[in-house]
């Protein structure tokens, strides 16, 4: 499917942080994404000349630019301007999802520089698969149910910054580099076709991407998946796409507390305050990073196939520094039964 290939090798270069330019051809239609980590910087091209009639003025090219014009000149708010972004962004983006011959041509380097205007593309990624209409993009996103999900390097980040309710925590917990889509949905209480749609969004949104693997290594992982205790079904699926829906207006214009945060660069070592190797264990690791994201990562750890996480705090030039940093721990990251200690993050040991 040509239209898949192209919507996940963009998403998938999201989800690796990637900082540069993405350029999108669909039918006659161009588009220009500038990137950085996730964060849509600026954007070129084809608006479907929504911000001429929004905005009152002559293109100029970068969108940004002219919506920040439109602010300075009083003809719109700061806020009015952000929510003309976002509809032109996701007008246009889901015309080429599904566009036929959709194409992507990725490029790396230094990304514009963000002024006035961040749009976060996870977060109107989400959006666009959750809300009304956004079923009919769950096949572009996820052609393949039994391909495996593994996580991508924005996954733990983004996964904090979402905010998403519990049930939606609890199954994306379960993406641990070996089971299906169908293998997570199959026996969740929320039903196959919401689980699916979640699965699409977070696909799309770059936290994860499909793999298609051998036929007999799926059904040994879905002999091995147990069923949830039922729940409620759809009460939680709108309380996330209110909280998507909140989160994006926000980061469309608070952009510079929202923009991405670099990561800590004193060194590969860290201090593992905590670990995981089974969703419910890693569903309370991420939520325990998303209170103090500066400090604390998820990172996995152990043999392909069978992967563990860990809760990692600090980052630290050797391992010296990194054990001499046990003395001074904050209380809020100790977790009980489990003793904190150095780590080479990256490394294969718990």
């Not at 977790?335 to 200690?341: A, N």
Request: hydrophobic letters at 45%.
């Amino acid at each position: 499917m040509v239209r898949s290939s192209a919507a996940t090798r963009l998403s998938s270069w999201i989800g690796k942080l990637a900082r540069g330019s993405a350029v999108l051809h669909y039918g006659e239609h161009k588009l220009v994404l500038h990137v950085d980590a996730g964060a849509i910087t600026s954007v070129e091209g084809h608006d479907g000349d929504l911000l001429a009639a929004s905005f009152g003025l002559p293109p100029e090219g970068d969108w940004f630019a002219e919506a920040r014009t439109a602010v300075a000149q009083g003809l719109v708010t700061a806020e009015e301007a952000a929510a003309v972004l976002k509809r032109a962004l996701t007008n246009q983006l889901k015309a080429f999802f599904l566009h036929p011959q959709g194409e992507v041509e990725l490029y790396l380097g230094e990304p514009r520089p963000a002024s006035g205007f961040v749009i976060s593309y996870p977060h109107v990624l989400y959006e666009l698969v959750l809300k009304e209409g956004g079923e009919e993009l769950v096949p572009v996103f996820l052609p393949n149910p039994r391909a495996v999900l593994r996580g991508l390097p924005g996954f733990s980040r983004w996964i904090g910054e979402l905010a998403l309710p519990e049930e939606a925590l609890a199954i994306l917990a379960k993406v641990n580099d070996v089971r299906s889509a169908e293998a997570i949905a199959e026996p969740s209480p929320h039903g196959k076709e919401l689980v699916f749609r979640l699965l699409a969004a977070s696909v799309g949104a770059g936290l994860v991407e499909a793999k298609s693997v051998p036929l007999d290594q799926l059904e040994v992982d879905n002999a091995e998946v147990v069923a949830s205790p039922p729940r409620k079904r759809r009460v939680w699926w709108w309380y996330l796409l209110a909280l998507v829906l909140a989160a994006s207006g926000v980061l469309l214009v608070v952009w510079p507390q929202l923009a991405p945060h670099p990561q800590q660069s004193g060194g590969p070592w860290g201090v593992a305050v905590g670990g995981a190797c089974q969703p419910a264990e890693l569903e309370q690791l991420y939520r325990l990073q998303a209170k103090d994201r500066e400090n604390l990562r998820v990172v996995p750890f152990g043999v392909a196939g069978q992967p563990c996480y860990r809760l990692v705090w600090g980052s630290f030039a050797s391992q010296q520094e990194a054990e001499a940093a046990l003395q001074s721990l904050p209380a809020s990251v100790l977790q009980k039964g489990f003793v904190p200690h150095a780590v080479l993050v990256g490394g294969s040991s718990p």
